[in-house]
């Protein structure tokens, strides 16, 4: 079975996704360099009830930003650190946070982010239990795998990272592994904060890396969410004893290279394979 490869939709091989903190004012513009470019982003919220998700006028993001394939993700109702508090404080604050971005835009939140970066062990477990299915670090990895502990979601890179652009010239040639007849499809995820561009004064090199990394068929533009659940998908498939017949039990259409040939697998479907 290990000459059989996740593809993403389509049978693209490279699949790219953003993930912004805090709910600012600047989101508006960034959304708007996103959309311009075909990108996808996981926008991190903080709030406590549904008046006082984002920093923003929230009709203005629902109008936006949801229409346009973008996600909200939790980041804690209070920014607070959450290696740091006890037990019922990190509950409360994710529950509350959770509650108020699902009363507010209508949708099942589970994905997160980390305020400050802080989380251990125990953090992951209580998450867990509050029914969030990933949550980004701000560890940089310079890798573009697919992750595999999707509660401590390490991202490729930063957009302050000196080597932004060799990453992304790296990862659009395939990664490291696109000369190889077998390979594993590749991830490039960003993170940051908005308001960075204000401070910095620097959204043209954000401007710069969409239009450069956006717009390609070979790409994959999708939300945390989404390259989450179809990670998901792909992991259920199941595998006759023999490896010739694979099912998709999930409402996924998954897509494959079985030795090197590409296999639709159809939501609820079975699939005979053949070398
Ligand atoms: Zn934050």
Redesign the pocket.
């Given at each position: 079975m290990s000459y059989a490869f996740m593809r993403f939709p389509h049978f693209k091989e490279l699949a790219f996704t953003l993930s912004y903190?805090?709910g600012v004012p600047a989101d508006k513009r960034l959304a708007e360099i996103f959309n311009k470019n075909g990108l996808k982003c996981t926008f991190n919220l903080n709030g406590e009830t549904a008046d006082t998700v984002g920093r923003y006028p929230i009709e203005e993001v629902k109008k936006t930003y949801l229409p346009a394939g973008h996600e909200v993700a939790l980041?804690g109702a209070c920014?607070y650190s959450l290696g740091e508090i006890p037990d019922t404080v990190l509950i409360d604050n994710i529950m509350k946070n959770r509650k108020a971005l699902e009363e507010c835009f209508g949708v099942v939140v589970t994905g997160s982010a980390y305020?400050?970066g802080s989380y251990d062990d125990r953090v992951v477990e209580l998450l867990k239990t509050c029914g969030v299915t990933y949550a980004r670090t701000i560890r940089s990895t310079h890798s573009f795998e697919i992750p595999e502990d999707w509660l401590r979601l390490h991202p490729t890179c930063h957009h302050k990272d000196p080597q932004l652009m060799e990453l992304a010239e790296t990862f659009l040639k395939g990664g490291n592994k696109r000369h190889f007849f077998y390979h594993r499809p590749q991830l490039f995820y960003l993170w940051g904060?908005s308001y960075e561009f204000d401070n910095d004064d620097n959204w043209q090199l954000i401007e710069d890396f969409c239009a450069f990394i956006g717009g390609r068929e070979d790409v994959w533009y999708a939300t945390n969410g989404e390259i989450y659940e179809y990670v998901q998908a792909y992991n259920a498939l199941q595998y006759s004893a023999d490896g010739h017949l694979v099912k998709n039990p999930t409402a996924i259409d998954v897509y494959i290279h079985y030795f090197g040939k590409p296999y639709k697998i159809c939501a609820g479907e079975t699939v005979r394979l053949e070398k």
């Open positions: 903190d805090d980041h920014h305020a400050n904060h």
